[in-house]
């Protein structure tokens, strides 16, 4: 669990990646069951979406969302969020905005190889660690960067996950 951020970042990169990791903690809080810490997700994410441009799509899903939460219904909270994740992600291409896209993707991977390494440290077994670097989803989000502006891939955010993927292909 981590404190989810009060304000949405102003540069749209980080926005972008924080959007993605807002998602991946939606989904954390669904896989445990902890409808208390959804509110504040949902909000962050609704605030997140609107700065980028994808406020109208991830709105349509919010009611949705909270319905699903307050009634317990974590299957049906689980699809939502898949919608909710891929409906932002279509309205960023539709916006050509295919750059922002990526990087909601890449912030949602992120998190939820953040949150499976710290789920396999706390309760470690060397064949878990297996499945946790897949080579060719490093690869897919580090040719995706490549394809960013070069503004964008200078930003030192961009450049420290760059170096931080390059350096986990080895691995």
């Given amino acids: 669990q981590r404190k989810v951020p009060n304000k949405a970042p102003n540069d749209r990169v980080a926005v972008s990646l924080s959007l993605g990791t807002l998602i991946a903690d939606g989904f954390l809080i669904v896989q445990c069951e902890k409808l208390e810490e959804m509110d504040d997700v949902g909000r962050a994410l609704l605030k997140h979406a609107k700065v980028l441009g994808a406020g109208d799509r991830l709105n349509r899903h919010s009611q949705s969302l909270l319905e699903q939460s307050l009634s317990g219904d974590w299957k049906k909270l689980r699809t939502e969020l898949t919608k909710t994740q891929f409906d932002v992600e279509a309205e960023m291409v539709q916006l050509r905005d295919v750059d922002m896209a990526h990087l909601v993707s890449l ?3 992120l998190r939820a190889f953040h949150i499976a390494t710290k789920s396999v440290n706390d309760n470690y077994d060397p064949e878990k660690t297996r499945y946790l670097a897949r080579r060719d989803i490093t690869e897919y989000f580090l040719s995706s960067l490549e394809t960013l502006s070069d503004k964008a891939r200078a930003l030192p955010v961009v450049e ?9 292909m080895p691995l």
């Fill in 107 to 109: 912030g949602g991977w």
């Fill in 160 to 168: 420290k996950i760059t170096q931080g993927l390059r350096d986990l």
